[in-house]
């Protein structure tokens, strides 16, 4: 623990100190633009509600990550997953003749986390069955995911008229989920955010499961010979992962744009890969960085308005935070080895 | 050039590789350097080529001393090394090998000395050919030449004969006759003792990092295999307390690929109760069949049979064979069957076959626990299985091991185990388990085996050579089976 803090200490220096170098070279005064991220990002309920609905959709994708990355797969296609779960919960959607609201969100959940899931399986299957590395299946699948929801929307999805880029028609406003007044984050989606989050911890961490899964991402060869079989356990986590994006992708078409956009997945699901590195897999850091993130991703659009600049700066930060902590985590690894 | 090894000694941590290694290798010769696995030879060539650094003694070429700290100094001094597998840059062609080392020399120039030299020793080499394309032997000769035409005076060669095929063989001594003849100093490491006898003209064997013979040729056989595998141990008769019944493994004619040369026509019956040692030089196919046994190499051919049941050739063989109670302790422990950052009570925790969803920590605390006092393990159930020792780590894969074994497959059971820990191991195997457990295990100790084995299975070169009860057998008699010769030397 002391350790962690120390860690998380000297990784906040470092991505201070080198944002603040990066904002000294591009002229830009230091103080200043820290000061506006932060006022963007929790200056008001209506700018904390966003900084949640980013929150939401990055937690979900980080916590299906954890699973995959404690078996030790890179399961980069985490964004098509996304993708997959945002069109399986729009085709529910679009189911015509049901009449209740409710039934229908439902039915797009569950339709989310299968389209997400069956994605993920898809990759798994790939490398398992196919012995493709799940970096390479992930990532073509991701391709073939975007070129999927694009024909979607400018063929079978398309709005009446004329098809846009701007996506397909916007749903009836009861299929919209539902926010405090006042708030522009959906409830349920923090609800289900949380709720994943504590299933994350209890299954990883209480259940046979998640020790299989430690085990078979540390030594798979040994596993064998506990009676586990690193093929099923694979698939069983990548399904889960693949779950968890879809329903970060259920949450994007219900309660952030009410329709489904070609970048629907607003690349969350890679700043979640960042995230869950960053975190060194640990589940408590977990909900903390993803709001860092969330605030930054808000926070930065800040400074266009006020200071002129550019709101690639929060990418450069996050890429900052990310960069430190594996430098940190290197050195360590160095120290050891010596 | 003579070189002359002086007191050398080399230690790792506490473990002695090499204990006062003197020895004296003339040009014009070549000197034969042979013994088990682990017996030193490696080590002594690694530092003679700069590769490792010795504890202690010196290296003296023609009389005077000479310091080797790294390879490009012993390739200074004219010492090269052609290894076992072939050291090479398979992308590149021929005449682009040939070239990496040699002072520089313009490219029709290169081509000329290689098509001399493929010709003075009879090689076939086309210059512009991808190395990727060649087989293994035809790699060996363009590193030959290659050391060659770096002016190499001291040549070490590991093993020439592993992985090439006998024309190339053919190919491969007379030119190694030529090059001592040209006043080469050649340092042959073996353990093929009709090479040796063939090719040398001195003999050194090493046992346990010492020498332990030292002869000119005509060599006497039985000498060099006692050199190297120790002294005939008296025969102790054996008293059998463990039951025989029927048979509850059997290999029908099985064909696997794994290790050097796979095995091949696998015919094996093992009964109940009974201890048996597979013997045979380091990747003989003794480790391929306790793979095949466990489950987790597939066969090629044939099949293996456990219990009556036929293991299926699928991913799931090893799952099945450990439900009919079949364990398997491979030698690389930390490699294979640990998780070298998770505790020990997590590694109880995934033992055995309970199919409830949670998992209780406590109660894996407690097996854990329970498993340190009765396995006498030194370290805590939160201690991780790399903090243990290598007798620790084994110690716990017994500890972790299904009581109710059947049938308990070992790859090397003592290995990295001091005498103490090696006999504990044993007691265990023999006295806890059930007397109607089977025991397969290999082990390059010659004398574990004919220690502990009711029977011993002989493997050379992917084929079992040899499967006689130990009471039927020799020390002498098994070595020779080893070493890949025909008949048995008296």
């Given at each position: 623990?002391?350790?962690?803090?120390?860690?998380?200490?000297?990784?906040?220096?470092?991505?201070?100190?080198?944002?603040?170098?990066?904002?000294?070279?591009?002229?830009?005064?230091?103080?200043?633009?820290?000061?506006?991220?932060?006022?963007?990002?929790?200056?008001?309920?209506?700018?904390?509600?966003?900084?949640?609905?980013?929150?939401?959709?990055?937690?979900?994708?980080?916590?299906?990550?954890?699973?995959?990355?404690?078996?030790?797969?890179?399961?980069?296609?985490?964004?098509?997953?996304?993708?997959?779960?945002?069109?399986?919960?729009?085709?529910?959607?679009?189911?015509?003749?049901?009449?209740?609201?409710?039934?229908?969100?439902?039915?797009?959940?569950?339709?989310?986390?299968?389209?997400?899931?069956?994605?993920?399986?898809?990759?798994?299957?790939?490398?398992?069955?196919?012995?493709?590395?799940?970096?390479?299946?992930?990532?073509?699948?991701?391709?073939?995911?975007?070129?999927?929801?694009?024909?979607?929307?400018?063929?079978?999805?398309?709005?009446?008229?004329?098809?846009?880029?701007?996506?397909?028609?916007?749903?009836?406003?009861?299929?919209?989920?539902?926010?405090?007044?006042?708030?522009?984050?959906?409830?349920?989606?923090?609800?289900?955010?949380?709720?994943?989050?504590?299933?994350?911890?209890?299954?990883?961490?209480?259940?046979?499961?998640?020790?299989?899964?430690?085990?078979?991402?540390?030594?798979?060869?040994?596993?064998?010979?506990?009676?586990?079989?690193?093929?099923?356990?694979?698939?069983?986590?990548?399904?889960?992962?693949?779950?968890?994006?879809?329903?970060?992708?259920?949450?994007?078409?219900?309660?952030?744009?009410?329709?489904?956009?070609?970048?629907?997945?607003?690349?969350?699901?890679?700043?979640?890969?960042?995230?869950?590195?960053?975190?060194?897999?640990?589940?408590?850091?977990?909900?903390?960085?993803a709001l860092f993130f969330a605030s930054l991703n808000v926070g930065a659009i800040q400074l266009p308005i006020v200071l002129q600049l550019d709101s690639a700066l929060s990418g450069v930060i996050q890429g900052c935070c990310v960069l430190s902590a594996l430098l940190i985590l290197g050195l360590r690894q160095k120290r050891k080895q010596s | 050039m003579d070189v002359k090894f002086q007191n050398i000694s080399k230690n790792f941590g506490s473990v002695k590789a090499l204990t006062d290694v003197t020895l004296t290798a003339h040009s014009g010769t070549i000197h034969g350097l042979i013994g088990e696995n682990g017996a030193g030879k490696s080590t002594l060539m690694k530092i003679l080529t700069g590769y490792q650094s010795k504890s202690g003694g010196k290296i003296l070429i023609d009389g005077s001393e000479i310091q080797l700290n790294d390879p490009r100094q012993a390739s200074k001094h004219?010492?090269?090394?052609?290894?076992?597998?072939?050291?090479?840059?398979?992308?590149?062609?021929?005449?682009?090998?040939?070239?990496?080392?040699?002072?520089?020399?313009?490219?029709?120039?290169?081509?000329?000395?290689?098509?001399?030299?493929?010709?003075?020793?009879?090689?076939?080499?086309?210059?512009?050919?991808?190395?990727?394309?060649?087989?293994?032997?035809?790699?060996?000769?363009?590193?030959?030449?290659?050391?060659?035409?770096?002016?190499?005076?001291?040549?070490?060669?590991?093993?020439?004969?592993?992985?090439?095929?006998?024309?190339?063989?053919?190919?491969?001594?007379?030119?190694?006759?030529?090059?001592?003849?040209?006043?080469?100093?050649?340092?042959?490491?073996?353990?093929?003792?009709?090479?040796?006898?063939?090719?040398?003209?001195?003999?050194?064997?090493?046992?346990?990092?010492?020498?332990?013979?030292?002869?000119?040729?005509?060599?006497?056989?039985?000498?060099?295999?006692?050199?190297?595998?120790?002294?005939?141990?008296?025969?102790?008769?054996?008293?059998?307390?463990?039951?025989?019944?029927?048979?509850?493994?059997?290999?029908?004619?099985?064909?696997?690929?794994?290790?050097?040369?796979?095995?091949?026509?696998?015919?094996?019956?093992?009964?109940?109760?009974?201890?048996?040692?597979?013997?045979?030089?380091d990747g003989a196919g003794q480790s391929t069949l306790l793979r095949l046994a466990a489950g987790l190499a597939i066969p090629n051919k044939g099949n293996v049979q456990l219990f009556g049941n036929t293991l299926p050739k699928s991913n799931s063989a090893s799952q099945q064979a450990q439900k009919l109670d079949v364990s398997f302790l491979p030698a690389d422990r930390l490699e294979e069957a640990l998780f070298a950052d998770m505790s020990l009570s997590d590694h109880f925790s995934l033992r055995g076959r309970q199919s409830s969803f949670w998992r209780s920590i406590k109660k894996a605390q407690t097996l854990a626990k329970n498993g340190i006092r009765e396995f006498s393990i030194k370290g805590n159930p939160e201690d991780t299985a790399q903090d243990l020792s290598g007798g620790n780590q084994q110690r716990l894969l017994l500890a972790l091991l299904n009581p109710h074994s059947r049938l308990v497959l070992l790859e090397n059971p003592t290995r990295g185990l001091d005498i103490r820990s090696g006999q504990w191991v044993w007691h265990y195997l023999l006295n806890t388990l059930s007397p109607k457990t089977a025991i397969l295990f290999s082990s390059p100790e010659l004398d574990e085996i004919l220690h502990y084995s009711d029977r011993i299975i002989v493997f050379h070169d992917g084929e079992i050579v040899m499967d006689k009860a130990v009471n039927e057998t020799s020390h002498n008699a098994v070595a020779t089976a080893m070493t890949g010769m025909k008949e048995a030397i008296q």
């Open positions: 623990m002391k350790r962690l803090s120390l860690d998380i200490l000297l990784g906040s220096l470092l991505v201070f100190g080198f944002t603040a170098l990066v904002l000294l070279i591009a002229g830009a005064p230091v103080l200043a633009s820290f000061k506006n991220i932060w006022l963007g990002a929790f200056a008001s309920t209506s700018k904390i509600s966003q900084v949640l609905s980013v929150w939401v959709p990055l937690m979900l994708c980080s916590c299906g990550l954890i699973y995959t990355f404690r078996a030790n797969l890179w399961n980069i296609g985490i964004e098509g997953q996304v993708t997959m779960g945002a069109i399986g919960a729009m085709a529910a959607l679009r189911i015509p003749g049901i009449e209740h609201p409710a039934l229908i969100l439902t039915l797009a959940f569950f339709a989310s986390f299968l389209g997400g899931g069956l994605w993920g399986l898809l990759a798994g299957g790939l490398k398992t069955r196919g012995g493709v590395h799940e970096i390479f299946g992930g990532l073509g699948l991701n391709f073939v995911a975007q070129g999927f929801i694009l024909w979607l929307i400018f063929g079978p999805w398309k709005r009446p008229g004329i098809a846009s880029m701007s996506g397909t028609e916007l749903l009836p406003r009861d299929l919209w989920l539902s926010t405090f007044p006042g708030w522009r984050v959906a409830t349920a989606g923090v609800i289900i955010a949380v709720a994943v989050l504590i299933l994350t911890w209890l299954f990883l961490e209480k259940s046979r499961m998640g020790i299989k899964l430690k085990a078979i991402g540390q030594n798979p060869k040994a596993a064998l010979l506990y009676a586990t079989s690193p093929e099923r356990y694979y698939l069983q986590s990548i399904i889960i992962a693949g779950g968890c994006a879809g329903l970060a992708g259920f949450l994007q078409v219900t309660a952030v744009y009410h329709r489904l956009i070609p970048s629907i997945s607003s690349g969350y699901g890679y700043l979640a890969l960042l995230l869950v590195m960053l975190s060194g897999y640990r589940i408590i850091l977990i909900p903390f960085l | 004219g010492i090269g090394m052609l290894y076992q597998e072939p050291m090479d840059f398979t992308p590149l062609t021929v005449l682009e090998n040939f070239s990496l080392g040699s002072p520089y020399q313009g490219r029709r120039e290169l081509r000329f000395s290689l098509e001399t030299l493929t010709i003075r020793f009879g090689f076939h080499l086309d210059p512009d050919r991808l190395v990727e394309q060649l087989t293994v032997g035809e790699r060996q000769q363009i590193e030959l030449l290659r050391l060659i035409h770096c002016k190499t005076r001291i040549l070490i060669l590991d093993e020439p004969t592993t992985g090439i095929s006998p024309a190339q063989k053919e190919a491969l001594f007379p030119a190694l006759q030529q090059l001592a003849a040209d006043g080469m100093n050649i340092l042959l490491v073996s353990h093929k003792l009709e090479e040796v006898a063939s090719l040398c003209s001195e003999v050194t064997v090493l046992r346990h990092g010492r020498i332990t013979h030292h002869a000119h040729a005509p060599f006497h056989f039985p000498e060099l295999l006692t050199a190297m595998f120790g002294s005939v141990p008296e025969q102790k008769n054996k008293t059998h307390c463990r039951t025989q019944g029927s048979s509850i493994l059997l290999f029908e004619n099985v064909e696997a690929t794994g290790e050097r040369q796979g095995l091949q026509h696998c015919v094996v019956a093992v009964n109940e109760g009974e201890v048996i040692g597979l013997a045979g030089l």
